[in-house]
């Protein structure tokens, strides 16, 4: 091509050999092999050596290592938790076996029982390689129940002594209380007790069940059994609360709590590994547990529905009313005490109050008004209106002295029975006043407020 520089072609040397074909690997290989000894061929790689195969010591020593550092955490893997299969494959993984190699030692020919309480039938395990999965399942079973109930057992040890704390505590307050005569003390202590006991001492169920029929028997003998009801005082834990059964069963007990349980248990011979709560023991101990929760048939739910005070009816002193800071829609607060007799306490409360637009004189009309909710026919009422000045006065008479004292100006809130009820109404120059007078036998002081802040109560849980 015009305007490009012509490239010379080099020139050949005449000189030159002609390169000599090479041979083929194979035809190098075969010579060497068949004059080897002749002319010192080197000999075919290899590749890497295959790692050396473990002693009979070195696999057991890595199967004793595994087997006692077996821990819960190791049990509730993941690996382990589901599947026993699975954990047992782990196990095996663990000590430097491959599960897929179906040629390696199976354990149980060249080593000793690892742990022959754990293990008491490992002599009756298969030696063969292909039972090797047997024998490491036992091995996996083994090592999980031995931690699982050591440490449980470790774990109930700690508990009885908590328990035994409770049981003195409980002891000796409740003997201490009990020599209070005043019920609002002994009462308020045993309340205070119980939810100590709660708080500190969960575990202890036997000897919170023993306080929960203290505290209803105290509260029995002390004539407030209403009031036992009305606050609820039974715990809500109670229906799970029993008295203690026998150490062994107690222990037992702890130890069925988190027991490794898992979807495809191994099949293992009966015997081969320790099983100290067989599905039988389970189902007995919780036919025990269940039979001894007993404080929702002793202490049954009772509901207590107090009456309220009213002007306009006689008094019953059978009947079971509340009062509290407001009676008859006025407010009422202590104006004074007194001991008339015997050391009882006796509390005068008052109150005044002007109620403006209160309807009196009324009569039903002649003529239906409506038909009502339930069908029937409701008359219209006219009434008449008029301002009124209502006066309360109350005398409470309390056979107990709660362990605040009121004071004046104190309001009260309190369980008793109307002895008298006595309502008169009087118009004078066109001012109307209702003057209502009552006395109560209290049986109880549910709270006492003070400068419109709760002072007392008795007995909140």
């Known amino acids: 091509m015009a305007g490009e520089p012509v490239k010379a072609k080099p020139r050949s040397d005449p000189r030159a050999k002609a390169p000599r074909p090479k041979r083929p690997a194979a035809a190098v290989a075969a010579l060497c092999l068949s004059a080897l000894a002749a002319i010192g061929c080197p000999s075919q790689p290899n590749g890497p050596e295959p790692p050396p195969v473990p002693s009979d ?39 430097g076996y491959d599960p897929k190699d179906l040629d390696a030692k199976n354990p149980r020919a060249f080593m000793a029982n690892p742990d022959p309480r754990w293990l008491p039938g490992w002599d009756r395990l298969p030696t063969d390689p292909g039972s ?115 150490p062994q069963e107690e222990l037992d007990v702890t130890c069925s709590e988190g027991l490794p349980t898992w979807q495809d248990p191994e099949a293992l011979p009966a015997g081969i590994v320790l099983t100290p709560l067989a599905p039988a023991r ?102 008449k209106k008029r301002d009124e000045i209502w006066k309360v006065s109350l005398l409470l008479r309390l056979a107990d002295a709660p362990e605040l004292t009121p004071q004046p100006e104190d309001g009260l809130v309190v369980l008793g029975h109307a002895t008298k009820v006595e309502k008169t109404t009087t118009t004078k120059k066109g001012v109307t006043t209702v003057t209502v007078t009552a006395e109560l036998d209290v049986s109880h002081v549910l709270e006492i407020w003070r400068r419109g802040l709760l002072a007392a109560d008795y007995f909140v849980q």
């Open 57 to 95: 010591a070195e696999r057991a020593a890595a199967v004793m290592a595994a087997f006692e550092g077996w821990t819960t955490e190791d049990t509730n893997a993941a690996t382990c938790s589901v599947y026993f299969a699975a954990c047992a494959d782990s196990f095996q993984r663990r000590t």
């Open 132 to 246: 090797r999965h047997v024998t490491f399942g036992a091995l996996t079973l083994a090592a999980a129940m031995r931690e699982h109930f050591e440490a449980c057992q470790a774990r109930f040890d700690a508990t009885e002594l908590k328990r035994a704390e409770a049981a003195a505590l409980f002891e000796s307050e409740r003997s201490r209380l009990g020599a209070d005569p005043n019920p609002y003390r002994h009462l308020g202590g045993l309340v205070q007790l119980r939810s100590q006991l709660e708080r500190s001492y969960p575990e202890a169920v036997a000897t919170r069940h023993a306080m929960e029929l203290a505290l209803f028997d105290a509260f029995a003998k002390a004539n407030r059994e209403t009031v036992y009801y009305l606050q609820s005082q039974r715990s809500e834990q109670a229906p799970f609360l029993r008295p203690a059964l026998s």
């Open 282 to 383: 389970l189902e007995e101990l919780e036919r025990r547990v269940k039979a001894a929760r007993d404080l929702e048939a002793r202490i049954p739910v009772r509901a207590i529905e107090p009456s309220t005070l009213t002007a306009e009816a006689p008094a019953d002193p059978a009947r079971l009313v509340s009062l509290g800071q407001s009676v008859f829609g006025v407010p009422v607060t202590v104006v004074k005490l007194d001991k008339p007799n015997l050391g009882a306490l006796a509390i005068s409360l008052g109150g005044e109050q002007k109620k403006t637009g209160v309807l009196y004189d009324c009569k039903d009309a002649d003529k239906p008004d409506k038909v009502g909710p339930d069908g029937k026919i409701q008359y219209d009422s006219q009434c």
